[in-house]
Structure formats: C-alpha cells, structure tokens
T-cell receptor, first 114, second 109 residues
Framework: GAVVSQHPSRVICKSGTSVKIECRSL??????MFWYRQFPKQSLMLMAT?????????EQGVEKDKFLINHASLTLSTLTVTSAHPEDSSFYIC??????????FGPGTRLTVT | GQNIDQPTEMTATEGAIVQINCTYQ??????LFWYQQHAGEAPTFLSY??LDGLEEKGRFSSFLSRSKGYSYLLLKELQMKDSASYLC??????????WGAGTKLIIKP
C-alpha cells in the first residue's frame, strides 16, 4: 500500500522557537495533504487542507500565521509551528490523498514545547 | 450539522467476536473509513466502504448501509494486540474526513 512518512517523529523545543514538520508521500503523488493534531484521549482534529501549488485552507479556529503550511511539490508538505508555546504540545499527523478517496496517514510527530 | 456516533468504550474477551457500530449524519457521502489507533500512534487504515454491503478482510469486516447512515466493524478471533481505539470517519461531499470520537476496545484474557 501507499506510504506516507513524517519527519521528525519526535521533537522537543523551547518556548518561542519554531519547528518544521515534513510530510512526504513516498510512492505516490498527492495533490492534497491534510494536517491533523490530536490531544490525549481525543479524536483527530483537522487543522488544514494543503493543496499543491496553492494556499492551504485552514479550519475555523486554526491560526494560519502560527501554523504555516507549504505544499511545494506533489510529494511534500511542511507544517511550521512558529513561536511555539507549551499549549502547542501535541501529536501532529499528516495524511495524503491518493486519487479522490483513499487517505494514507503518516506515523505522526510528537511535539513537546518546554 | 455533521455528526458521527460510536460507542465510547467496549470490552471483549480474547478469541471472541466484537462489533463496533457507527452512525453518521453528514453533508454528502463519499465513503466511510475505519481506522485503528494504538495509544501514542497515528491511525492505520483498516477498511473503506462506499457501496452497501459487507467487505471482508481477514479477521476484520466492515459493513455499510447508506440508507440507514450506519456502519459496523466486525473483529473476529480477537487477540490482545487488537486492544486499541477504532475510529469511524466519513468522507463528505467536499472530500473532507469527518471523524467520530473513537471507540476504545479493551480485550481481556
């Protein structure tokens, strides 16, 4: 099946710094990628939809200036958490859409902001 | 509004069968997914149904009834490693995934 990778898998950063998370579709091209975050014991929450070559579409309540998304190619989308704060600590997961329906998830990135 | 309902928690015995139900009300329908998620890990894809009926894949089967807005995931010959959360998600008319809150499945020896 299709494979999606994320890097890094875990990151610890200090409050006020920025962190970049990469999401790659390894064996297929993905025009659309999604970014989710998950708090402990809660379901996934869609943050934004990333479309190759255009601006990302953010869900209500998600700050686009804080969570910068760049979908520069058909196999790579990046999420940059700018000026991170402890409340941004979470599990960030990306997924890539193969065709119109099948969604494949990356393994996730656990961000801890100290 | 859009809504996905599934039980919060279920308990079953190793070797037994368990059925996890999911009902949905969404704006449009382009398929229903079941995902498995172990604690601290990303969800992994289990099944996808877009037509009515039963899809069988090894020990796991998924059923869909679009007219009833209903699906279930059936797990047979339960193993301890099946202890996880099972997420039901529907792809709406905009191809956005609408997620249920997940069902935590506890397997007892």
């Amino acid at each position: 099946g299709a494979v999606v990778s994320q890097h890094p898998s875990r990151v610890i950063c200090k409050s006020g710094t920025s962190v970049k998370i990469e999401c790659r579709s390894l064996d297929f091209q993905a025009t659309t990628m999604f970014w989710y975050r998950q708090f402990p014991k809660q379901s996934l929450m869609l943050m934004a939809t990333s479309n190759e070559g255009s601006k990302a579409t953010y869900e209500q309540g998600v700050e686009k200036d804080k969570f910068l998304i760049n979908h520069a190619s058909l196999t790579l989308s990046t999420l940059t958490v700018t000026s991170a704060h402890p409340e941004d600590s979470s599990f960030y997961i990306c997924s890539a859409l193969s065709g119109e329906r099948e969604q494949y998830f990356g393994p996730g990135t656990r961000l801890t902001v100290t | 509004g859009q809504n996905i309902d599934q039980p919060t928690e279920m308990t079953a015995t190793e070797g037994a069968i368990v059925q996890i139900n999911c009902t949905y009300q969404t704006s449009g329908f382009n398929g229903l997914f079941w995902y498995q998620q172990h604690a601290g890990e990303a969800p992994t894809f289990l099944s996808y149904n877009v037509l009515d009926g039963l899809e069988e894949k090894g020990r796991f089967s998924s059923f869909l009834s679009r007219s009833k807005g209903y699906s279930y995931l059936l797990l047979k010959e339960l193993q301890m490693k099946d202890s996880a959360s099972y997420l039901c998600a529907v792809l709406d008319s905009n191809y956005q995934l609408i997620w249920g809150a997940g069902t935590k499945l506890i397997i007892k020896p």
